[in-house]
Every structure is written in C-alpha cells, then in structure tokens.
C-alpha cells in the first residue's frame, strides 16, 4: 500500500509518500510544493491543485493522509490554509482516493509514542522507523520540518488504518 | 458586465448574478448550491466545484465576487468554509474569472450605507436596486438570507469596481 502524506499549507505544503508491504515500512519520496507569496491567492491554488496531481500521477498512491488542523495562530491564516486544504482533498477525491484526516495529537501519539512531542522527538522517530536516509534535500531545517510532517501523517495513517471515510481520528 | 456573487458556506452557498450596464444594475438569478450532509467532506467539495461550474457555463459572467469571511463562530467551522471557498476560488481561477473578495462590513456599507446594518436592512436594500422580484424563490427566509448575502456581494462590486486583482477591500 502506498501512502501520500500532506502536510497543508499555502505557502509551503509538505508531501511524504511511503511503502508499508505487511509489517514493513520505506519512505519511497518526500518533499515540498511552494508557491510564490508573489503570485495571487488563486493562481496559488491552481498551483498546489497542479502539483498535488503531478504527485498523485507519478507515484499513483492508494490513499492519501492529511493533518487535520483546528485551529492556526490567527483567522486569516485559518482561513487561507483550509483554501489550501480544500484543494488537496478535492484533487485527491477528483483522482478517487480516500483521503484520511488525522489530528496532530493523533500523529505525534502514534508516530513518537506522545501527543505532546516536539518536532525533534517527532523526527527522531521518523528517522528511527524510516531510516537515516530521512532527512532534508535542501539542507535546510525548515524545509525537513513541513516534508517531516507529511512524512509524519502518513506513518500514522500506515500504523492506523481502519475504514473509516474521510473520518477524523 | 455580469458579475457573479457567492457566499460560500458547505452546506449551503448562496450565488447571485447581477448585470451592471451603465448606471442600470439588473438581477439574473439567484439561488443554492446545497449539500448533502450525508455526504463525505471531500464528495461535497466536488460538487461545490461542479455546481459553480455549471453557473459559470450557463451565465458566463465576467469577474466573481466573494465574500471575504475573516473568522467564524469556531475553528472547525472557519476551516471548513475555507476549503468551500478554495474551491469556490480555484473554479473560478480556473474558468479565467478573476476574484475579488469584500469583507462583510464592507458589503453592508456599500450596498445597505452602513457597515454594521443587519440582514433586514440589507435585504430591503437590495430589493429598492434590483427591484421588487428580488424575493426568496423558495418562500423560506433561510433559503433567501443566502442568495441575498451573494446579490450583495455581487451589488458590492459593481458599486466598487477597481483594478484590483483578488485584492480585499
């Protein structure tokens, strides 16, 4: 089964796709959609709409697993991030898979043994079940960070699988 | 010019069609684009997508105008109108429309000459500029409250029109 984690955002939207074949677990590609702050809000999401279908065409996985967010730091950016989100679940339903939301809790629970993890414990983890090869294209922290969280989501959907349509857990 | 209002919700989103030629400012249509609740998250998207599609081929207006909603009575609730809008957004990006988004004090104020009027007043505003025919179809309050809020929107622009792409004001 080939999972594709997302991890939403507008600017930045982290995907992990990964392999489980019975108890086993291999991240197969992760990686980053960005879209340029100087591009407008709906020329954004055309993008993230067109890349998420590059993925999906390329790796044909069989479900796709999101983080589920709340709640962001104001209303504006709630807001422009459920755009975002909107997108990723239509191109995912538009492409017939599942989509399967996750509460970050549930996540850093299931992924590094604590709902309240931090992102190091969460990447340890990531790396622990996945492999040292785990770790940022580009060098940079803050991009390893949004592809980790996918990479993240998708484990978690990996470890939990019920059926359960577009539920949240 | 035809402007397109929507006043996006997942349930039920309200669309209005305005014809501004010259000073003359006509009524189309309007109506609901409703779902389900029965059905999934991501197949409500679709056919948010679907149903904006269709009016856009029937009416092929010039340029959509949105409401702009900054925060909602809870998180979940502001996400979920975030990704009904995302779709909203992306059809019509999609179709070539350009979008432009009005914060509901804004609309209140131009449409109604106050910001903080209250639904009565806006809708008995509407009906002095678009005529006496502007009444709900379905004889339920409810149902006209949200095709109100789109002509309104609608009415908004065409009062306001700038060059401002997917701007807020």
Redesign the interface.
């Known amino acids: 089964m080939l999972i594709l984690g997302l991890d939403p955002g507008t600017a930045t939207t982290g995907f992990g796709l990964i392999k489980k074949e019975g108890k086993k677990i291999t991240s197969l590609d992760f990686g980053l959609i960005e879209t340029d702050k100087e591009i407008?809000?709906?020329?954004r999401?055309?993008l993230i709409?067109k890349e998420i279908k590059k993925i999906i065409n390329k790796h044909k996985p069989d479900v796709v697993a999101m983080e589920r967010?709340?709640?962001?730091a104001n209303?504006?950016t709630?807001?422009?991030?459920?755009?975002?989100?909107?997108?990723m679940?239509?191109t995912?339903?538009?492409a017939n898979l599942?989509?399967f939301e996750y509460a970050p809790m549930t996540i850093k629970k299931v992924v590094a043994g604590n709902g309240k993890a931090d992102k190091k414990m969460v990447q340890k983890a990531l790396r622990k079940i996945l492999g040292a090869r785990v770790r940022s294209k580009k060098n940079g922290k803050t991009h390893f960070d949004n592809a980790a969280d996918a990479l993240a989501v998708a484990l978690c959907h990996a470890y939990t699988i019920k059926v359960d349509?577009?539920g949240e857990k």
Chains 1, 2 share one sequence.
Do not use: T, Y
């Open positions: 407008s809000s709906p020329q999401l055309i709409h967010l709340f709640f962001a209303a504006k709630a807001m422009d991030v459920g755009r975002a989100c909107g997108i679940i239509f995912a339903a538009k599942e989509v349509k577009g």
